[in-house]
């Protein structure tokens, strides 16, 4: 038992020499700045597809604004440019939507060598699958919630 | 319709989100799977109170473009579903309202990922 938890403390001390040091602040402003583009690009999106297609409604054209965000980042995280900017921009390229896909996309990717069924398609939602898992209960109890209130 | 004051708005707002899921990563070490579903279930607790169409009205993109939005949609789908289709509303409401952005990133990472190959690790 002693042993062990003196294995954890060398451990622990090992594991703080080796994780890279970064300093908090300048990956304060990047994930500022990045995430801020990100969701800049998507209000910009929606004016563009309201501004071309007139009966396309607000509500519709924000679905579609998520959607093409979403096939942006899968595209982006396929030819590697959006691993390159989660290292520059740690949460900023993970909060908004991109990052959801990326979670999606970058998986399938990684696991397409263990072939297309038990590989790309079993391995897809090995990082975003608690998001859709905890995502659909909560969504329940939030509507049993609007039931009791 | 492009307003510019909005799109700073959305800019503000949307970094300021991100600086947050940031603060999380530096202060916790979160792994981005718990980030998503932090910011996921605040979405979710945000429209419970029903606090989050004011923040949408507010700044748009900001507030719906980050993970928080899809947890908002989520809640509200199950919410509205109930209002239209009784109880059953609850079960097919939230994964309708998210139904184009799953579908959306399945489809793209199943192509995508036939198309190109891994570039991480070597």
Redesign the interface.
């Known amino acids: 038992m002693m042993l062990d938890t003196e294995r954890n403390k060398h451990y622990n001390e090992y594991l703080q020499n080796k994780i890279p040091k970064t300093k908090?602040w300048p990956?304060?402003f990047?994930?500022?700045?990045?995430?801020?583009?990100?969701?800049?690009l998507?209000?910009?999106i929606?004016?563009l597809l309201?501004?071309w297609f007139n009966d396309m409604t607000v509500d519709e054209a924000?679905?579609w604004?998520?959607?093409i965000?979403?096939?942006l980042a899968?595209?982006l995280?396929?030819?590697?440019v959006y691993?390159k900017l989660g290292a520059y921009?740690?949460?900023?390229s993970?909060?908004?939507?991109t990052?959801?896909?990326n979670?999606?996309?970058?998986p399938?990717?990684?696991f397409?060598?263990e072939g297309?069924i038990f590989g790309?398609?079993a391995k897809?939602f090995v990082?975003?699958g608690?998001?859709?898992v905890?995502?659909?209960v909560?969504?329940?109890?939030?509507?049993?919630?609007?039931?009791i209130i | 319709?492009?307003d510019a004051i909005?799109?700073l708005k959305?800019?503000?707002?949307?970094?300021?989100?991100?600086?947050?899921?940031?603060?999380?990563?530096?202060t916790t070490k979160m792994t981005?799977?718990r980030?998503?579903?932090t910011?996921?279930?605040l979405g979710?607790i945000l429209?419970?109170f029903n606090v989050f169409e004011p923040i949408k009205e507010f700044c748009?993109?900001?507030i719906?473009?980050?993970?928080i939005?899809?947890?908002y949609s989520?809640?509200r789908?199950?919410?509205q579903?109930?209002e239209t289709f009784g109880a059953l509303?609850?079960?097919t409401?939230?994964?309708q309202a998210?139904a184009?952005?799953?579908a959306?990133?399945?489809v793209?990472?199943?192509i995508?990922?036939?198309?190109?190959?891994?570039?991480?690790?070597r």
């Open positions: 908090p990956t304060l990047h994930a500022f700045w990045v995430g801020g583009t990100i969701c800049l998507g209000e910009i929606k004016d309201m501004f924000g679905v604004e998520l959607v965000l979403i096939v899968s595209l995280t396929g030819i590697g691993d921009a740690g949460a900023g993970i909060v908004p939507i990052g959801f896909s979670s999606i996309t970058s399938a990717l990684e397409r060598r297309i790309l398609c897809m990082i975003s608690p998001v859709i905890l995502g659909i909560a969504s329940i109890i939030a509507g049993i919630i609007h039931i | 319709m492009f909005l799109y959305v800019f503000l707002v949307g970094g300021f989100v991100c600086m947050l899921g940031q603060v999380l990563i530096i981005s799977a980030i998503l579903v910011f996921l279930t979710v429209e419970i748009a993109s900001g719906t473009v980050p993970i939005g899809f947890g989520l809640a789908g199950a919410i579903g109930y509303g609850i079960f409401g939230g994964l998210v184009a952005g799953i959306a990133a399945v793209s990472a199943f995508v990922s036939l198309i190109f190959k891994s570039k991480t690790k």
